[in-house]
């Protein structure tokens, strides 16, 4: 059974950090390259960042240079780390496989206001 835990958002002022975290089920997290998508109301979900089971990224443009994906292969655990965070990085935030499964998890919230 696919699980896809997120955690980790917040409120944060324009220019500032947060860490975004993934708990995902084994057999999704060692088989499938890992997104990080996110959503915001009225719009379909974007895949934001890409970490291939190697290691290797991938980044939509909007987030170039100020997010960075990374996994944890021993804790099953999937992480983005978003940097000079910009009133339009506000929405809900998700992990999954890339394909994504049609599983999804509850998604966690980033809200980017001063």
């Known amino acids: 059974q696919v699980q896809l835990v997120e955690s980790g958002g917040g409120f944060v002022q324009p220019g500032g950090s947060l860490r975004l975290s993934c708990a995902a089920s084994?057999?999704?997290?060692?088989?499938?390259?890992m997104g990080w998508y996110r959503q915001t109301p009225g719009n379909q979900r974007e895949l934001v960042a890409r970490?291939?089971?190697?290691?290797?990224?991938n980044y939509a443009v909007p987030v170039k240079g100020r997010f960075t994906i990374s996994r944890d292969k021993a804790k099953n655990t999937v992480y983005l780390q978003m940097n000079s965070l910009k009133p339009e990085d506000t929405a809900v935030y998700y992990c999954?496989?890339?394909?994504?499964?049609?599983?999804w998890g509850q998604g966690t919230q980033v809200t980017v206001s001063s």
């Open positions: 084994g057999s999704i997290f060692s088989s499938y390259a």
């Open positions: 970490i291939s089971v190697g290691g290797s990224r």
């Open positions: 999954n496989r890339d394909p994504p499964d049609s599983y």
